[in-house]
């Protein structure tokens, strides 16, 4: 453990670096004295080793999605929409992900480029940069490829896929894993954009005086309760459907997003807040994503809190790892898998052979199936299926009864392998244009 001085605050990190500006501004305007480390995913030693023991991830009690803050109880799908939903979705704003500032810059699509990709269905990729700002100091510009099959008679289904666009991305897939999700894509008769979030904001708690975050606030700290990086992301979908819908080759009521591991938590999250996307898919988003936080499993609230993840969430947010708890949160994933209702939404998960905590482990997957169940109601509620169990069903077996699905796949960490499982469910799902 280190212990630093924070604007004449002594605070207390596990085994952390002096702390980012970002931060320090935080903890002082929130007058926090200490905050709780996070857990350690990697090292079995350490004193702060994350639980991966099922029967050591406590006991807690969810917050009643279908409950008023008035304690009156959500009967009808009106009172959801018209009470209830906005006052969950103003929880997440200022204590979670954070608020939209008003002032915004428009984004300024243009096409530089276009190719005839490799792939097993002939298609046509145009290459889009989305320009933010207009002073060339301070501009964002947005990366965005679009994947089209390149003989189609009518508009078709595109799925914004965010993604890092590094050599991981066009990596071999391993044996077993189905097809390139790309040509899985093209084959199904859909479209792809490839959307890299770190072009509207870098994933790194020392520069949100940059990127469209930086811009807005022309490099000052945030407000308390101002997006992070994970709704600045999820903004960014909202401004790639900005310019699919202007596109007559894409079908605009059937246009979906899928995200993994941290971007699947972005991906989650502009599901919750963008209703113009019609189906998701998320894959091992943990914490942050739709890992229940109450939950003492793999990562934690602290870790997201912290100064390495901080930058994620609102400023608001960190008061949870000090003083408050998880416990003391006004919401927790559930409930922002119950803003998605009804449209669908398949929740992934992958897990390893058992000999790699960090990778096994750390997502969660209990808690994010707990908090798939616990949105249930609220999908029943507005006439979508639910998962239609309370019971985790073994590795490789589908849940898709309703609106709400489940998967989990014997792969590690990754989202390849249950590709062919979305893209089936989805064909089921995607028949009519989603609800209000």
Do not use: C
């Not at 964002?140 to 590094?166: C, F, N, Q, R, Y």
């Amino acid at each position: 453990m280190k212990r630093f001085a924070v604007a004449g605050l002594a605070v207390l990190l596990m085994g952390a670096a002096p702390a980012s500006d970002d931060y320090q501004s935080l903890l002082t305007r929130l007058h926090i004295t200490s905050v709780r480390g996070g857990a350690d995913g990697m090292n079995p030693k350490a004193p702060n080793f994350a639980n991966f023991d099922e029967a050591r991830a406590g006991t807690y009690t969810l917050p009643d999605p279908l409950t008023l803050a008035n304690g009156k109880a959500v009967t009808t799908p009106d009172s959801w929409w018209t009470k209830r939903r906005p006052e969950i979705a103003a929880l997440f704003e200022t204590e979670v992900y954070g608020r939209l500032p008003a002032n915004i810059p428009p984004v300024h699509w243009q096409a530089t480029g276009a190719e005839v990709p490799n792939r097993t269905v002939k298609a046509i990729t145009t290459h889009f940069v989305g320009h933010i700002g207009a002073d060339p100091a301070h501009k964002v510009d947005i990366a965005m490829d679009l994947t089209l099959p390149a003989s189609h008679e009518k508009p078709v289904p595109v799925m914004i896929v965010l993604t890092w666009h590094g050599p991981w991305d066009n990596a071999p897939v391993p044996p077993g894993q189905g097809a390139d999700w790309r040509d899985q894509i093209l084959a199904a008769g859909w479209g792809y954009a490839e959307y890299i979030p770190t072009t509207v904001q870098a994933d790194d708690p020392n520069k949100l005086n940059e990127g469209v975050i930086g811009l807005v606030n022309k490099g000052a700290p945030r407000p308390l309760d101002q997006w992070g990086a994970l709704r600045a992301w999820a903004w960014g979908v909202s401004r790639v459907i900005d310019l699919l819908a202007t596109d007559k080759r894409v079908d605009a009521k059937r246009i979906g997003v899928a995200g993994h591991s941290r971007y699947g938590k972005a991906a989650l999250v502009a599901m919750a807040f963008e209703p113009r996307l019609a189906i998701g898919y998320i894959s091992s988003s943990g914490a942050g994503g739709a890992k229940l936080l109450r939950r003492n499993f793999g990562e934690t609230l602290e870790n997201l809190a912290g100064d390495g993840e901080h930058h994620w969430m609102a400023g608001n947010f960190v008061a949870y790892a000090g003083p408050k708890t998880a416990h003391d949160l006004p919401v927790d994933a559930h409930e922002l898998i119950a803003l998605v209702a009804p449209r669908p939404l398949f929740i992934s998960a992958g897990i390893g052979d058992g000999t790699k905590p960090m990778e096994d482990g750390w997502a969660d997957q209990r808690g994010m199936f707990l908090a798939t169940v616990a949105a249930g109601p609220v999908y029943r509620l507005l006439g979508a299926g639910d998962l239609g169990t309370d019971q985790m069903p073994p590795v490789g077996t589908e849940v898709t009864k309703g609106a709400l699905a489940w998967r989990q796949h014997p792969f590690g960490h990754t989202m390849q392998p249950n590709w062919t499982a979305f893209l089936s469910y989805a064909k089921t799902q995607l028949t009519s244009a989603p609800q209000k």
